[in-house]
């Protein structure tokens, strides 16, 4: 049972256009971290939320936490072909000292 | 660079041979994480270091897997008898604090098992 979904899947987009990406559990986190990852390379940290309703802003992206800290989302503003990677989130559970990680999203943005 | 550092960053291997993988976390950095990614997914987590203890393991984690933090900097993760199903990335990752907060990721090393 994956504690993590992520929807959607795959996501093929034009340049220029806005997309968002979610990640759902029934579990509630301490905290959960967005990551993107590029072929034979690790993910790399985006950002960190940590309570409830909070929103955060890293230029184009904004990332929300969900009230009840079981969900969360990624929005894209105007996509660039630099966006283009796999886009996971990774959830902190309370109690536990590991992540665990979603399904992941693949982006591609074509110019 | 201060970064997380793996090595090798590719192996190759016969089914049956034993490999070892090395992860340099960034420097004090207490909390020391191994992860297992196939195609298409998301890494899994495999055991966590705090210093040289090795706190927890997971199940994925088969008796021919070990994993040594000797002296709380770099580790090993040594696979013996290597099997094709055992074909991944292998991801290191550390943090500052004691918790599994903000993880920092080196790039991993690619197992192929022929």
């Known amino acids: 049972t994956q504690l993590l979904e992520q929807s959607p899947q795959f996501l093929s987009i034009q340049e220029g256009e806005n997309l968002t990406v979610y990640c759902n559990s029934s579990?509630?986190?301490?905290?959960l971290q967005w990551y993107r990852q590029e072929p034979g390379e690790g993910p790399v940290l985006l950002v960190t939320?940590?309570?409830?309703?909070e929103v955060k802003k890293l230029k184009r992206l904004t990332f929300q936490f969900g009230d009840a800290r079981k969900d969360s989302s990624l929005h894209i503003t105007a996509a660039q072909p630099g966006d283009t990677g796999l886009y996971l989130c990774a959830g902190d559970l309370r109690d536990t000292d590991k992540l665990i990680f979603g399904t992941g999203t693949r982006l591609q943005v074509f110019p | 660079d201060t970064g997380v550092s793996q090595n090798p960053r590719h192996k190759i291997t016969k089914r049956g041979q034993n490999v070892t993988f090395r992860c340099d976390p960034i420097s004090e950095h207490n909390r020391l994480y191994w992860y297992r990614q196939t195609l298409g997914q998301g890494p899994e987590f495999l055991t966590y270091f705090q210093n040289e203890a090795q706190l927890e393991k997971s199940r994925l984690l088969s008796d021919r897997f070990s994993a040594e933090r000797p002296k709380g900097s770099f580790s090993t993760l040594e696979i013996q008898r290597t099997e094709q199903g055992d074909s991944a990335m292998y991801l290191c990752?550390?943090?500052?604090?004691?918790?599994?907060?903000?993880?920092?990721f080196g790039p991993g090393t690619r197992l192929t098992v022929t």
């Open positions: 990752a550390s943090t500052p604090g004691t918790g599994a907060y903000e993880q920092y």
């Open positions: 939320v940590v309570t409830g309703g």
């Open positions: 579990s509630v986190f301490s905290s």
